[in-house]
Each structure stands twice: as C-alpha cells, then as structure tokens.
C-alpha cells in the first residue's frame, strides 16, 4: 500500500528569516494524523536567509540528520564540534542526554536550503554523539546509496535505530529497493519528478509505503528513501 501526502497538505512556516515545511507535526504545526511514520518522526524542509539561522538550542533522546540541498551550513555544538556542512553533506547528530547546538548560514548572500530529519532512537539516555561525511554526486547518480544505518555500514553515518536512509538523484533513470518481511518505507522527494511504483510524485511529496514487495523509483531528482521496521 502507498499512500501519498502532497506538498501542499503539509505544515507551513513563515518566519521571515526561515521557511519551513513540515512533513510531521512540528512546533506550532499539529495534526494528529502526521505525528511522524514508524520511527520517523519529523523532516523538516528549511530555507534560511543570507547571515541567519538558529541560535543555541537543546535536544535530546533524538537522532537528528541533516542533508543540504543548496548552499552551506554552519554548526557549532556542546561536544565541541564546529563544522560546515555543504550540498553533499550528511550530518548526523545523536542528541541522547542532551546536547546545545546551533545553526547558522554563513552566506552574506545566498540561502541555504536543507532537510532536518528526526528518527527516534532505540533507547533513552543514550550518550550524545556527531558525525559527518561526505557523499559525491557521482555515489548516488542513478542510485540508491546509504547515507545512514544503526551499524554504519557501507560508509554510511550510524544511528541508533534500526532503520536505514537511502539517498538517490535520478537523471531519467530507474531504481529498485527491497524491504525485508515485515518493514515499511516512506520516500521524500527533495527535488524534482520521481514517480513511485508508478505514482507520480514531485518536490516536497511524501509516501507512506507498506507491503509492497519491491519499491520503484523512475524519473529525474532527487529523493531520500527511509527503510523503517514495522
């Protein structure tokens, strides 16, 4: 079964400095429908201006992804991490006990665009932890390549859950991916077309995925499968 949300129906915010679209129930944006999907709980897409961002802030109990899409992102956090992270990029960010953080861009002139995915971890109180890497276009042309599981694998950023994120730009091409017996997906389109076991889906869609033996992505953008256990 698919079932495909638009890019229209979800959560919108206008704060000047950031706009914000939210996949999930987020922040002032409550639907008791879209309280996240398995362990999925928010993708959040931000475009924040030239020389803004948010300041110091706590998390905890949460992985936290970051995956830019356009321009460059500043972090600076209490592990003592201070970083960029550009088109390419994976950030991951275990948030556990608690950690402050904040995000900036350090473009005087350009917006920075990016997705901030939340997955709930597999247990409470875990300890917090970073990591970043880099994923070349060329890794994931055409198509699906791991950009974060729970063991790292495959040069992939680790995360603690079971679940698996996939990364793939699609340039008039096909892929497939096969969930094991009892797992669900869902699927964000980041940019683009990209038509899902034959549904066409375009920028900023999402899709609920279960019991589909294989899932196909055909079209040209590009999209972020999660692989989630039911």
Known sequence: MIVVRKSG?????????LESYHSFSFADYFDPEQMGYGDLRVINDD????????????????????YVLEGELAHQDSMGNASTIRRGDVQRMSAGTGVLH?????SS??????????ILPEAKGLAPGY?????????????????ASRTGRDGSVSINQDADVYAALLDKAAVTHESGIGRMAYLHVAQGN???????????????ISGEDEIRLEGSGEALLFDLKG
Request: glycine letters at 10%.
């Open 131 to 147: 990591e970043q890497k880099h994923f070349p276009i060329e890794e994931k042309l055409n198509r699906l390549r791991l950009v």
């Open 47 to 66: 475009r924040v201006a030239p020389g803004q961002g948010f300041g110091t802030h706590p998390h905890n109990n949460m992985e936290i992804i970051s």
């Open 9 to 17: 129906e979800r959560g919108h915010a206008m704060h000047g400095w």
């Open 102 to 106: 904040s995000e900036f861009n350090p």
């Open 109 to 118: 002139t350009d917006p920075v665009h990016f997705l901030q995915i939340w």
């Open 194 to 208: 990209i038509s899902l076991n034959g549904i066409a889906m375009s920028t900023g869609d999402g899709a609920r």
